[in-house]
């Protein structure tokens, strides 16, 4: 892995979050061990592997919102440009102002759709015009056309896909700088989750995006770093912890990964 | 080959399992019936027998001295509205902060778990304790003797269980996602409690202190000795709220065991609002839950 990272010194130099040597707790249990990552920027990376090993707390856990769990613990240092997220003077809801996030399940709030979207905006103080940026941020989530001509009607209103493209119109709006995703097409037809791809490609342009997926399809067609994460038991009690196995290049973990259990997960044999 | 043997579909009615079924359906539609006999009871009785009084003087006009006619009871109308409106303003911030901070910013630690406790304990003390409680606190310490402010925070005791128990359930049932949603755009806690959570909340609230209101406005036992009772029209200032005042609860009370038959009409009549209210507000409450957001 050390190896292959060589190759792209430009993008580690351009890295927006650092992780570096990460442990994470619930109370006791130590649900992940570890994890060294750098998310490039301007870039799309998916973390995949099998459930429970992890994903979704790491990804918690580059915006503070693991915070609102009372057992949470965090060893190791998380970098944002540089700054330590868990000094004890940083504000977490500047960070989650600078990274935001989306779901598995569409969480639409029970408010109108377009206050669902001016919802960040109005928290944060936005002095702009409103209505404009409710409609360049529908329009980026790819949900203007369906929804310009009734944005006084509730989220929920909204089909599942439309309310996925909702929320990400929503942390759109917020105008953060990294965008996390956390299996973000689960729930969704696969018509809309097409649609979130393509979303994701256009929003790179401007947003790092990191994707917690388990369809590996997803993961070659969206992704520019892949990261393969898998847990592993300790101690005789079955508790399992997760770790960080490879990140590289996408079309590197697919064909030609450096680890055994890479190749068996990324080819089906397990997970 | 494949031989099955296909036994009959048809109903057997005098299996034993059958038989016990009719028989157990019987009996608790009997018993649905004996308990729906008092409910209706009550409320025919008291439609009866109020029914005759229900005109315009009786929301226009105090009541008679004792040995005359006619007459109303327009001041325990106003009366209850206005210590009911007394505890409501008590109550209500109260316990929806209350509750508030249980559900969201607790964490479940041992003092959020002993306050829960305090209130199901609250919620099971009868309501003549509330009065004495109220009583002793501004009565008979003379703080503000006999009055609409007693009889107040009397009812307002007696409300707070019911609206902390009734928000804070409501509280619980906002999915964890849309906090974490309000928190992942930048939102500070007290503007995701305000903005998502309290909204989303608001029909389980509603339904909450409108039953309160219901329970609250029928008593009487905390206002015998609180709010007392006044022959007159009440006297909504500051000073005036300082003063005994005539309730409906209280009324009734009092004018049922008159030996006179113009007060014990009145005494019907008055019961027959409280009833009313009560309904209305039972209706509102159904009103409000059915625009449930979760
Ligand atoms: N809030 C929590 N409290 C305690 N343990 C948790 C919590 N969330 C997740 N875990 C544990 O942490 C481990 C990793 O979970 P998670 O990050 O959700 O995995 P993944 O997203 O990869 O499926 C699991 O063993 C899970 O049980
Ligand atoms: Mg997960």
């Not at chain 1, 909204?158 to 995703?181: D, H």
């Not at chain 2, 106003?78 to 109260?94: D, H, K, N, R, S």
């Not at chain 2, 009583?135 to 009397?154: C, E």
Request: neutral net charge; proline residues 5%; aromatic residues 8%.
């Amino acid at each position: 892995m050390q190896e292959s990272l060589r190759n792209d010194e430009e993008l580690l130099r351009q890295s927006v979050i650092e992780l570096m040597d990460v442990d994470i707790f619930y109370g006791t249990y130590k649900a992940v061990k570890e994890v060294n990552l750098n998310i490039p920027k301007n870039k799309i990376t998916a973390f995949i592997g099998p459930s429970g090993c992890g994903k979704s707390t790491i990804l918690r856990c580059l915006n503070r919102l693991n915070d609102l769990i009372s057992s949470f613990k965090l060893k190791g240092r998380v970098t944002y440009h540089g700054q330590d997220l868990y000094a004890k003077d940083i504000d977490p809801v500047e960070v989650r102002k600078r990274i935001g996030m989306v779901f598995q399940r569409p969480n639409p709030f029970p408010k109108t759709i377009y206050d669902n979207v001016a919802y960040g905006a109005r928290v944060n103080g936005y002095k702009g015009d409103l209505d404009e940026l409710v409609e360049t941020s529908l329009r980026r989530a790819a949900l203007w056309d369906e929804v310009k001509d009734k944005l006084g009607e509730s989220g929920f209103s909204l089909s599942g896909g439309q309310q996925q493209r909702l929320c990400i119109a929503r942390t759109v709006a917020a105008q953060p700088e990294v965008v996390l995703m956390d299996e973000p097409c689960s729930a969704l037809d696969p018509i809309s989750t097409l649609k979130i791809e393509e979303l994701m490609q256009e929003l790179k342009e401007n947003y790092t995006i990191v994707i917690v997926t388990h369809n590996m399809q997803q993961a070659t067609r969206v992704a520019d770093m892949t990261a393969f994460f898998n847990a592993e038991a300790v101690g005789n009690k079955g508790n399992k912890v997760g770790y960080l196995v490879e990140f590289d290049q996408t079309e590197k973990i697919f064909s030609n990964p450096e680890e055994q259990s890479t190749k068996d997960y990324v080819s089906g044999r397990f997970g | 080959m494949i031989t099955t043997t296909i036994g009959s579909l048809k109903k057997n009615s005098s299996s034993p399992r059958v038989i016990l079924g009719t028989v157990m359906t019987g009996l608790s539609g009997l018993c649905m019936i004996l308990t729906l006999i008092p409910l209706i009871a009550v409320l025919f009785f008291v439609f009866v027998q109020g029914f005759s009084r229900l005109d315009t003087d009786l929301f226009t006009q105090l009541p008679p001295p004792p040995g005359l006619d006619e007459g109303g009871l327009a001041n325990a109308i106003i009366g209850t509205l206005v210590v009911v409106g007394i505890a409501v303003v008590i109550a209500v911030p109260v316990g929806v902060l209350a509750a508030v901070y249980l559900s969201e910013f607790s964490h479940g630690n041992k003092f959020a778990t002993s306050i829960r406790f305090a209130t199901n304990v609250l919620s099971g003390v009868p309501s003549i304790i509330a009065g004495i409680f109220a009583f002793g606190l501004l009565v008979s310490s003379g703080i503000v003797g006999f009055s609409a402010i007693a009889g107040g925070v009397a009812l307002a005791v007696l409300m707070l269980p019911t609206i902390i128990r009734t928000t804070d359930e409501a509280l619980k049932i906002v999915p964890q996602e849309i906090r974490w949603a309000a928190l992942g755009v930048g939102a500070y806690n007290y503007q995701t409690v305000l903005k998502i959570v309290l909204p989303a909340a608001l029909p389980g609230i509603v339904t909450g202190i409108t039953l309160a209101i219901a329970r609250a406005a029928g008593e009487t036992a905390p206002l015998i000795f609180t709010a007392l009772f006044s022959n007159f029209w009440p006297n909504i200032s500051p000073q005036g709220l300082a003063e005994p005042i005539a309730t409906l609860s209280v009324l009734v009370y009092n004018f049922a065991i008159l030996p006179f038959k113009p007060q014990q009409e009145l005494a019907w009549a008055g019961s027959l609002i409280l009833v009313l209210l009560v309904l209305g507000t039972s209706i509102l409450a159904r009103l409000a839950t059915r625009r449930k957001v979760y």
